[in-house]
């Protein structure tokens, strides 16, 4: 199916007839039941079947373009799209075609099930959970310009709708753009571009003020899924996504990855990612939100592939963990890397483990998190800056009942990254008192007076300032 050769009006069509029968994803959740909904998030089928007998439109097309399964009958919306084919008096979808967020569609190729034969190299995976941690993750500023690569559905670009006033999408897989281009139209959304080629190369030397990917980035030895591994080796994309990513940003503009990373032997996991960003001249966040054994990333990627229960299990299996052995991999973290080209001459990069779970979108506040450690890094003279509390940051105390003094006090912020710390009785006297009126270092003088507690200099606030409790005022 190429989109190009698609008849003029079927997808205006097709969009028509799915927004009329309730194919949304609030539609389908209602018709569905939280049951059959919660199921379905597992790939379990049964239950949204049972819930999809009626024959009525909303059920034609759950039934089609969600679950995969054959319907006896399609209105003419459907059957002239191009998306369907015949089989034994059947109508079975040769694409899997889901409703997304605002009233969008995304289209992919059907999902691979359990017992179905394996994956084509050029398989175009759908919208999934990495496809929306991306996009909780994506500033929401709007911007002029903005690149989504290795679009593959084309979900990263429907979601810089409205905010990129131009979007280039690109992906080496060629059935990727086709049918990315099949999301755009059939979602309504203009203004994107989609081109073909590997990683940069399609954008020469062209800058833009977003860039945005959810790479290939599975570690595996001589991988041959392209939405998943990229062929390079080990975390080679994503080291080359960032390295390269600094030359097509404009002055101001930021890029946000996901990225997987490995934990070789003996090595920190943040020297070997900090390396990434160290040549880019750009300011840096870099969050590990999780890590994997080599096992449980093999288990997952096995699974990913519907290859448990297959004859080859055992022996992909057994090949890949050697594979990390002869590597000395002993564990893959996945994370965040977020950049921005601030065209300083002193950039920073702040690289963490984070698992709390965190407000969302982070797209909300993820200037300000640059912001924040930006301002940390670079203030020079913090003595006379003046300080607020950020909105949301609560003091807790722990201690025994009845003493005097508490034996931990806790700033812990109620909103955006939701981290905690430990702090002394100065910090947490500041917090109650600096209110943007009084420079920073003489009130900690007056506030040690006052409270007792150790002298604290104000550039011992910079790492409260980079995690986001104090801002400049
Ligand atoms: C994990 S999928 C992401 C798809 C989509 N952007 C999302 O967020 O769900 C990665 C995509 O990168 C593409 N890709 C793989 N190797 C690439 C390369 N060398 N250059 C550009 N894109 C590549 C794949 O074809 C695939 O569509």
């Given amino acids: ?17 799915l927004l009329e029968s309730g194919y949304t994803i609030d539609g389908v959740r209602e018709r569905l039941g939280d049951t059959a909904a919660a199921a379905l998030s597992r790939e ?198 960032v390295r390269q990513a600094a030359r097509h940003l404009n002055p101001g503009g930021q890029a946000h990855f996901l990225a997987n990373w490995m934990h070789v032997n003996g090595d920190d996991w943040r020297d070997r990612v900090g390396g990434w960003l160290a040549e880019t001249g750009c300011d840096g966040w870099v969050v590990q939100r999780d890590v994997q054994d080599v096992a449980e990333y093999v288990e997952l990627w096995l699974r990913d592939a519907a290859e448990q229960g297959t004859a080859a299990y055992a022996e992909h299996y057994d090949r890949w963990l050697g594979w990390f052995e002869a590597q000395k991999v002993e564990a893959v973290g996945f994370g965040w890397i977020t950049m921005r080209n601030s065209g300083s001459l002193d950039p920073v990069v702040r690289i963490e483990q984070m698992t709390q779970q965190v407000e969302l979108p982070v797209g909300d506040y993820v200037d300000d998190v640059l912001d924040a450690i930006a301002v940390a890094h670079r203030t020079l003279d913090l003595d006379s800056a003046r300080l607020v509390l950020v909105d949301g940051v609560l003091d807790e105390r722990i201690g025994l009942p009845g003493a005097e003094d508490p034996s931990r006090i806790v700033l812990r912020q109620t909103r955006g990254l939701r981290r905690s710390a430990d702090v002394g009785t100065v910090e947490a006297a500041l917090a109650g008192v600096c209110d943007g009126e009084l420079a920073v270092g003489p009130l900690l003088n007056v506030i040690a007076e006052l409270v007792g507690g150790d002298r604290v200099h104000a550039d011992q606030l910079r790492p409260l300032i980079a995690e986001g409790y104090f801002t400049l005022a």
């Fill in 1 to 17: 199916m190429r989109v190009s050769d698609l008849r003029m009006g079927f997808v205006e069509r097709l969009r028509d007839h």
């Fill in 44 to 241: 379990e089928l049964v239950p949204a079947l049972r819930a999809t007998t009626g024959g009525d439109p909303l059920a034609v097309l759950i039934r089609l373009f969600w679950l995969g399964a054959s319907v006896p009958e399609v209105p003419p919306a459907v059957r002239d799209s191009g998306l369907v084919s015949l089989v034994d008096g059947a109508y079975r979808s040769t694409v899997h075609l889901q409703p997304w967020e605002s009233d969008h569609y995304v289209v992919s190729d059907r999902k691979v099930r359990p017992g179905d034969p394996a994956l084509r190299t050029d398989h175009v995976v759908g919208a999934g959970g990495a496809s929306g941690n991306l996009a909780q993750l994506v500033t929401r500023r709007p911007v002029e310009s903005a690149l989504d690569l290795g679009t593959g559905c084309g979900v990263q670009a429907l979601h810089l709708a409205g905010r990129a006033s131009r979007t280039v999408a690109t992906d080496v897989n060629p059935r990727a753009v086709e049918l990315a281009e099949l999301s755009w139209r059939l979602s309504g959304v203009h203004g994107v571009e989609g081109r073909v080629g590997s990683m940069f190369s399609p954008v020469s030397d062209e800058r833009f003020d977003l860039v945005v990917s959810n790479p290939p980035f599975v570690i595996s030895p001589g991988g041959r899924l392209t939405y998943r591994e990229s062929g390079e080796e080990g975390d080679g994309f994503c080291r080359e996504l």
